[in-house]
């Protein structure tokens, strides 16, 4: 068990803290990596996990293959995310299959990522049970019901392991899947006004132009423009599209580490119970965005994602809080 906690926190600290774990999550510039970039942080997990378990005293044979197989294994997934990511979620974006509704679902980014993080996590699970090395399913789940109802005593190590793994899902974890919520639910450009527009006023190209110098800002943004037409007739027609952009990394990522911030807080009044002083919490982390409010659309991102926030806050949370007493 404590071999299975140290590799899923060499995992997680090395998919989510280190600088090329968003690079190879979606190939957005649509450059395919090679085979080196995506070597580099298999290499640091195989490192770091085989300094924690020399440090715990866990190395032996076993335990020196069980993490070079995940390491293999987790070299070749990478590989094939990094090449067909994109591919996969354009592919489950069309409407021709008779399965639309589950992969409509794998569409969604947030799914994706969700889906492949669950596959790396059971490669690791399933290496180490080939090896003997971790219990059964069975075996594991009835641990987790243990721990859950408070029945499980942890060791000092198992409670650093699990508290680590709960950080980095907290912080970096939770605001990488709230990016990719936002992102999913963001309204689709490719609307029949924007078609419209474009017609319209395709001699200068104008609406391309505003389109790639907002995707160029770091903030959130609003444009409005009008565009007029002249029939045969005489008559005048006019379209107005109102262009909303929100960039979900701010100047200096200041929303994201606010955001982890405020998860870290909520995780912090969890432990002693002191849901009231949530409200206070929010309140101050609606000050900071008041003026903003004025723009609708930023009013519904902000509280979808502070909403989300919150949730995964208070399910961690609740987690910390049964570790720290097991």
């Known amino acids: 068990m404590q071999l299975l906690l140290v590799i899923l926190f060499s995992y997680f600290f090395c998919q989510y803290i280190t600088p090329l774990a968003t690079m190879i999550t979606f190939n957005k510039t649509q450059v395919k990596l090679n085979g080196s970039i995506v070597l580099l942080p298999v290499i640091h997990f195989f490192l770091l996990a085989l300094l924690l378990v020399t440090l ?16 293999l294994l987790h070299y070749l997934l990478t590989l094939l995310n990094s090449y067909y990511s994109e591919t996969i979620l354009n592919f489950c974006q069309l409407d021709n299959h008779w399965y639309k509704s589950f992969v ?28 003997n090395q971790v219990g059964s399913p069975i075996y594991l789940w009835n641990r987790v019901i ?23 899902l907290l912080t970096f974890g939770s605001s990488q899947l709230i990016v990719y919520i936002l992102q999913d639910i963001k309204p689709n450009s490719n609307q029949p006004e924007a078609e419209q527009a474009a017609t319209l006023d395709h001699e200068n190209n104008e609406l391309a ?9 770091k903030h959130n943004v609003m444009f409005e423009k009008s565009w007029e037409s002249i029939n045969q007739q005489q008559l005048k027609s006019s379209l107005k599209i109102q262009y ?5 990394l701010d100047r200096n990522n200041a929303g994201k580490y606010i955001g982890m911030l405020e998860r870290v807080l909520i995780v912090l009044l969890i432990i002693p119970e002191a849901y009231h002083v949530l409200t206070v919490l929010t309140a101050l982390k609606t000050l900071t965005r008041f003026k ?35």
Do not use: H, P
């Not at 409509?104 to 399933?126: D, M, P």
């Not at 408070?150 to 680590?164: H, M, Q």
């Not at 909303?244 to 979900?248: D, G, V």
């Open 209 to 217: 132009g505003i389109e790639a110098q907002m995707k160029g800002l």
């Open 244 to 248: 909303q952009l929100f960039n979900e």
């Open 56 to 71: 715990i005293g866990l190395v032996n044979k076993l335990t020196l293959l069980a993490l070079l197989l995940i390491s």
């Open 104 to 131: 409509a679902l794998l569409g969604r980014k947030a799914i994706y990522a969700s889906v492949v993080q669950l596959v790396y996590v059971c490669s690791i699970y399933f290496v180490l049970w080939l090896l």
């Open 292 to 326: 903003q409010f004025d723009n609708k659309n930023f009013a519904e991102y902000y509280l979808i994602g502070s909403m989300i926030s919150m949730i995964l806050g208070l399910g961690i949370g609740q987690m910390v809080r049964i570790i720290l007493l097991s």
């Open 146 to 168: 243990t721990l859950i109802n408070l029945e499980l005593s942890l060791t000092s190590i198992d409670k650093l392991l699990l508290l680590g793994i709960m950080l980095i």
